[in-house]
């Protein structure tokens, strides 16, 4: 099969577009609360310094918001001060409680994004806040009073929004709308939401407020895994910022990660972002240090096997070309492609073996060292980084063309 393009993602890139006329490629923005979300994962706690460095990364990175909460601890104000003088190109906004006392110190933190939140539906407001509906609109209400009256650009996350009743959650949104706040985050806190859920859900909110006024953020938990799915979800219904937390940790199991997210708003969704795809792996390291969670061996993009080739039949193909198996140049993301040798390894891999090696390859060779590589039974034995030399080593030297079936 020919392709009609030199781009072998050709026709995936055709079927994610399918009678849409490109309408949808419009740009995406991205609010990372690692310094928020991401601190409220179980055991991560980071230091002032650490906190200031991941601003610096993450503006440096090019995302559009960074979260940080001042009211958790003195320290947290102190770090989420230092950051505002920093002067970083991305907003850094401010996240509190809807309640005028946490406003308060955001402002003294001299925030100009404050996000305030608010649980609202039946189960938040009779388990957590113990307030009636109307209670919760007056309160949430009076502070998005307070936030403007200070001049401030603002914020309202309808927490649990997914699980509130219609009525009252436009209700909500439009009073929000009406005051100005800038921007209204329609969380699914529990995620219990399938895509075509959280389309709808967002798409209902969308059409019930003033555009010009206000703009809609999603924040996806990954509960049964389809964060980042949800997410992109919502935004195709209107929404236009992602929340992530680099790694994707967050309560729980977390929101979205920012690599994942990254990678598919450029790919695959063509959203015109002024990233740095290039740091995702060693933001995601240094976020490993600091928390000493490891990052998983098979996460996508910054994982160790993202870009990891073992069968032998893979092998041979990444060998002459790496877009048979990846989507993108791993270097695109700071990672690096790796190829395995071992039980899997086939003729083809046992060939480039002995190549590198620098020993004879012929095909009797090749199927001697395969066999005698399965009936070790050490599973892989040799993994190596596929660097540019190495690869042209391996495609200048090997002389023996293995039939690439049935590996
Ligand atoms: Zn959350």
């Known amino acids: ?77 102190v770090a989420t001060k230092t950051i505002i003088k920093q002067g970083l190109r991305a907003d850094i906004v401010a996240h509190t409680r809807a309640i005028k006392s946490d406003v308060d110190i955001a402002i003294d933190c001299g925030a100009t994004w404050v996000a305030t939140y608010m649980g609202i539906s039946d189960i938040h407001l009779s388990a957590k806040l113990k307030i009636t509906r109307e209670e919760a609109k007056t309160r949430a209400l009076e502070v998005a009073d307070y936030i403007k009256s200070h001049g401030l650009k603002s914020r309202f996350t309808m927490e649990d929004a997914s699980r509130t009743e219609p009525a009252f959650l436009i209700e909500m949104c439009k009073e929000m709308n009406r005051r100005g706040i800038e921007r209204i985050s329609i969380p699914d806190t529990v995620g219990i939401m399938r895509p075509r859920g959280m389309y709808n859900l967002v798409k209902m909110i969308y059409d019930s407020i003033d555009k010009s006024k206000t703009s809609l953020d999603v924040h996806c938990h990954n509960d049964i895994g389809l964060a980042l799915a949800n997410a992109l979800s919502g935004c195709e219904a209107g929404a236009d910022q992602i929340h992530t937390t680099i790694d994707g940790f967050g309560e729980r199991t977390g929101i979205p990660s920012l690599s994942e997210t990254s990678v598919a708003l450029t790919l695959v969704y063509k959203s015109n972002n002024d990233l740095r795809l290039h740091m995702l792996r060693d933001l995601s390291k240094t976020i490993s240090e600091y928390t000493s969670l490891p990052i998983p061996e098979s996460k996508p993009v910054v994982g160790d096997s993202a870009y990891k080739h073992k069968a032998g039949t893979h092998l041979a193909a990444i060998l002459r070309n790496p877009a048979a198996y990846e989507i993108i140049d791993p270097k695109l993301v700071g990672n690096r492609r790796k190829i395995v040798f071992g039980e899997l390894a086939g003729k083809n891999g046992a060939a480039y073996l002995l190549t590198l090696l620098g020993l004879e390859t012929s095909k009797h060779e090749a199927e001697t060292l395969a066999k005698g590589l399965k009936e070790l039974r050490m599973g892989d034995i040799l993994e190596l980084y596929l660097d540019d030399r190495l690869e042209r080593k391996i495609l200048n030297d090997a002389p023996v063309k293995v039939s690439a079936t049935k590996e």
């Open 1 to 77: 099969m020919s392709l009609k393009s030199d781009d072998p993602n050709y026709y995936a890139h055709h079927y994610n577009w399918v009678g849409e006329n490109g309408q949808q490629k419009r740009r995406i923005r991205i609010l990372d609360s690692t310094l928020r979300e991401g601190e409220q994962h179980p055991g991560v706690s980071f230091t002032i310094k650490q906190r200031i460095q991941i601003a610096w990364m993450l503006d440096s990175f090019g995302v559009d918001q960074i979260e940080i909460s001042p009211v958790v601890s003195p320290d947290h104000a």
